[in-house]
């Protein structure tokens, strides 16, 4: 085999590939030996078809398939032989080939570029720490309180009013016909809240254990089925009971029932779930002025292909127009993307960074648990769906190098309170059509030409 560069412009270089027809009558010959063991052919024993007939009957698409896998073996030596970093997969231009002749191609790649990393230890951002107010547990805790109230028996006689909880039978009628979930029974619903259908709840205000009410209402417009959407609806309600809200004793049996050990510790988890609320809002916030550090401070040379194919993804979803319109953004989107990702893994790769199949299985574990009763479905998901443990994989890669270049750079912390913290995440989810949603890096153990996303907020 003899390689040549051909040409070589910027991150395009064109490889010369010529391979002598002697190896391709080589690999002919001993592709149709194996078929003589093989095919079986009218009038032959199996295994003594001559090589004659053989050829006759099977050259033509033999030597299709020996050129084909040439092509991948000579191509792919080639590009190790050179030492290149391509990104995307080359394209092949056949110049000569034919029986009995060599097999003549171009090579024509895109490559990576050569990423020199400058250092991060003059970067400076910001590491925030929140002090969640006591107030603000308060009302958490009465919230949770009021998500979680206690109803008791009205009297008899004792009317319903707004808050009340009612338990009613109901059978329904569309133009004076049943449908399809047209009987419910043991409806439980809270007057007020107008979560059973628009206009429902009011007419029920007034009635007492033991009533009949008709009350007309209109069908949700997203309606399973279609012929009922938006109907009006008659339903002829029975009710069972009439109960009153109480107020929840904000106590240490109240804490137990919401799985914690007591009030205090019920406020001690209220606690930490804001605070790894605003904490992970914060982080994302960090983690975006990092990038942007980054990005401004390296000056790349870009593969076209890689932009293209970003872009591609990017719109794929969007009409003709809508593409055209924000044609200037989205490549600036795209070059921002494609050009993270590849300094983020340089830097990766540099550091010899990894993600183990135990530690993606540990983070499916960590996901089980934080889902109890969904064991199953979580389990199923990623055991069906080899992308998903691919991405997780991506996602773990992307923290270990957010988290690697955070301890080469200065954080200044900065303790918060929670109005504090809001005007800042506030501030940054203000709509910016400059602002990118996401990069893409790759996993240490794929090709540099496949590219995984990582979300830059």
Known sequence: MKIEVQSKKGLKTILSVVVDKKTIQLKMNERLSELQKEVSLKGFRPGKVPASVIKSQFGKSVYGEVIDKLLRETSTKAISEKKLKIAGQPKIDLKQFGEGKDLNYELQIDLLPN?????????????????????????KLKEISQQNKQF????????????????????ATVDEKKFEGSEGKGVQIELGK???????????????????????????????????????????????????????KLDDKFAQTMGAKNISDLKLLIEKQISSQYTQALNSITKKEI????????????????????????????????????????????????????????????????????????????????????????????????????????????????????SKIKLKSIELETKEAEKIINDFNRPNVDKSPSFKTKSSEKAKSKLKKISKK
């Not at 003059?122 to 547990?137: G, S, V």
């Not at 008791?152 to 059978?171: H, T």
């Not at 209402?217 to 109480?246: G, R």
Request: hydrophobic fraction near 35%.
């Open 115 to 139: 990423i020199i990393l400058k250092p991060f230890d003059k970067f400076k951002d910001n590491e925030y720490k929140i002090k969640i107010e006591k107030k603000i547990i308060d009302e």
């Open 152 to 171: 008791i028996d009205k009297n008899e006689n004792e009317k319903s009013s707004i808050g009340d909880q009612i338990i009613f039978n109901y059978s």
């Open 194 to 248: 107008d979560l059973f259908l628009k206009g429902f709840d009011e007419q029920l205000v007034g009635i007492k254990k033991g009533d009949k009410k008709l009350v007309e209402a209109f069908l949700p417009a997203n309606h399973p089925k279609k012929d009922l959407a938006n109907k009006k609806t008659k339903f002829e309600c029975v009710i069972i009971n009439v109960k009153k809200a109480i107020e929840s």
């Open 291 to 406: 990038l942007d550090q980054i990005e401004r401070s390296h000056d790349l040379d870009l593969p076209k292909n890689l932009i293209d194919q970003e872009i591609e993804v990017m719109t794929r979803n969007l009409k003709p127009e809508d593409k055209h319109k924000h044609k200037l953004n989205n490549e600036k989107i795209a070059k921002s993307r494609i050009k993270l990702g590849l300094l983020l893994n340089e830097f990766g790769e540099k550091n010899n960074l990894k993600v183990s199949d135990e530690e993606v299985k540990n983070e499916i574990q960590k996901q089980i648990k934080g889902m109890p009763g969904q064991e199953k479905m979580v389990l199923d998901y990623y055991q069906k769906n080899p992308s998903a443990s691919q991405s997780l994989r991506g996602s773990l890669y992307e923290e270990k190098i957010i988290n690697l270049i955070k």
